[in-house]
Each structure stands twice: as C-alpha cells, then as structure tokens.
C-alpha cells in the first residue's frame, strides 16, 4: 500500500463545475498537507497547504483535512480550462522529514 | 533570488555509465529531496535530507547515492546506469516547519525545474 493515494483520473468537468479531488494518507504521525498543481513538462508548484482539521478557503481553492479519517480534499469551484493540470497530494511528517507524494490525479476541464 | 537549480536540464547516459545531478537552492532551507517522476507514478521520493549533514533512504533509493554538500547543495549519483533510471529527475527544498500561525517556515517545498534523463 501507497502511503499516499490518490485516484489516478482522468477526471473531466465541465467549465464552470467543481472539481473535487481526493487523497488519503497512512501514516497518522504526518502533520503537514499540500496540493501542488503540475502542467505537463513543467515543475509542480504549491497551490494550498492545511495542517490541522476543517476547511481552508484560498479563492476559488478550498483544502479539507479529516486527520482522524486520514483524508485530504481539494475542491476548485468555477472550474477553468487552465485548471486542467495534474493535482498532487503530498503530505509529510514533520519530525522525520520525509515529504511523500501520491500518484496524482489528472484533471481536464472541458470548455 | 534563483530558487532551486538542478543541472543539467537534460542528459543521455549509456548503460553502465556514471553521472551526478546537481541541486543548490538559496533559501536557507535545511530539508532537501530528489524525486523522480514516471508516468501515471506521480513524484517518488529519491533521498532526503532533513538537515546538513544527514540523509536518508526514501521510497526508491536503490541505484542511486546522494551527497549533502553543504546546506545549499544537495547531489545525486547514478554509479552505473540503466534503462529502468530513465525518468524526470526532481530536486526540491523545504523549511521545517515552525510553530504559530506566522509566515514562512511552514514545510512547503520549491522545486527545481527538473532533469530529463534517458538511458540508453
């Protein structure tokens, strides 16, 4: 088993919809999650960290961490075609240090 | 400010040649990693270094080494390469992460612009 998983897509939407991605994580000593965005040929860039339980709201970006359940989402309202990307789960454990990613989730955003 | 620099930017090495990837980053950060990155595989995890002067194993660590340099560089060897290393190789930096609610120093990593490697 992964110690990061998440649903490999492709995951189409329409413009305009929300696009709901999700991850889940096994080692419970993990205190720290990102969702980082990847164009194809390109390098992966941050777009939402969360370190404790709830919701976190960046503009149309919005992280949800349930540590008990071991789950991580991300939800992008008023999907664009340059969202179209592939989303990475990573997640890390601070006192060892080790950042692990899960396979991504490809998403395509249809105009 | 530079960020992280990984070099070179593409490489074609014959089986059973020899090669380092570079990496130096200029944040200060203490954590740095390599990744490699195949399709439908997302980023695995190389090696890290948490801080200067130590590194460990991450999830695919077999046929490579890595060398922390100093806090700004952190190298990755290929002894003797083979077909199954050919991938987009990633370095990537972070801070630890610091208590409160303040900016900065919250664990994110910044990546290099990768290396595309191929093996022959």
């Known amino acids: 088993q992964k110690e990061v998983e998440q649903n490999s897509g492709p995951l189409s939407v329409p413009e305009g919809a929300i696009a709901s991605l999700n991850c889940t994580y096994s080692?419970?000593?993990?205190?720290?999650f990102f969702w980082y965005r990847q164009y194809s040929g390109k390098s992966p860039e941050l777009i939402m960290s969360?370190?404790?339980?709830g919701d976190k709201e960046d503009g149309r970006f919005t992280a949800q961490l349930n540590k008990a359940s071991q789950y991580v989402s991300l939800l992008i309202r008023d999907s664009q075609p340059s969202d179209s990307a592939t989303y990475l789960c990573?997640?890390?454990?601070?006192?060892?240090?080790?950042?692990?990613f899960g396979q991504g989730t490809e998403l395509s955003v249809k105009p | 400010n530079a960020g992280v620099t990984q070099t070179p930017k593409f490489q074609v090495l014959k089986t059973g040649q020899s090669m380092t990837l570079q990496c130096a980053q200029d944040m200060n950060h203490n954590s740095m990693y390599w990744y490699r990155q195949d399709p439908g595989m997302g980023l695995r995890l190389i090696y890290y270094s948490a801080s200067e002067g130590t590194t460990d194993k991450g999830e695919v660590p077999n046929g490579y080494n890595v060398s922390r340099l100093n806090k700004r560089e952190f190298s990755l060897r290929l002894e003797s390469a083979a077909p199954s290393q050919t991938s987009v190789y990633f370095c990537?930096?972070?801070?630890?992460?610091?208590?409160?609610w303040g900016g900065g120093g919250r664990g994110e990593a910044f990546f290099g612009q990768g290396t595309r490697l191929t093996v022959v």
């Open positions: 969360i370190y404790s339980n």
């Open positions: 080692d419970r000593g993990s205190q720290s």
């Open positions: 990537a930096s972070s801070d630890r992460v610091k208590g409160g």
């Open positions: 990573a997640v890390k454990n601070n006192q060892g240090g080790k950042l692990i």
